[in-house]
């Protein structure tokens, strides 16, 4: 079982522009799932274990804030583009009979993304400086 890297207060505390889902805890262990998924198990190994991991306590908050962030991102990346196009797996081109629908959102968001990557978490040995 993977670990919730943001909590219902996170969410409180980020001041989302959305308006707070009913269901926020479940689609924050899902967010959650699916950050441990992409970056191969090393996002729970990370939130988990950073102190042992990371040199400075500046190195280990800012990867567990960027744990945090990615998180909330997740959800409201579900909410803009529908929970739907992770489950699917929607990517780049669509094609169904004459219907043809083209850039299709990823499952990662945008924000997700550059929030694992600044904190190192989506490559591994790869982080911004």
């Given at each position: ?117 600044y904190g190192g978490i989506l490559f591994s040995g790869?982080?911004?400086?």
């Amino acid at each position: 079982m993977t670990s919730r890297y943001a909590t219902e207060s996170d969410w409180d505390e980020r001041g989302s522009s959305y308006t707070k889902p009913t269901d926020i805890d479940r689609l924050l262990d899902r967010a959650s799932e699916l950050i441990d998924f992409v970056t191969r198990g090393r996002a729970e190994l990370i939130y988990t274990s950073a102190a042992d991991l990371f040199d400075t306590a500046s190195a280990v908050a800012r990867a567990q804030k960027a744990l945090l962030d990615a998180t909330v991102d997740q959800v409201e990346f579900w909410q803009e583009t529908g929970e739907a196009h992770d489950v699917l797996g929607l990517r780049g081109t669509l094609i169904a009979g004459r219907v043809q629908v083209q850039h299709l959102p990823g499952q990662l968001g945008q924000r997700t993304q550059q929030n694992l990557m600044y904190g190192g978490i989506l490559f591994s040995g790869v982080g911004v400086i």
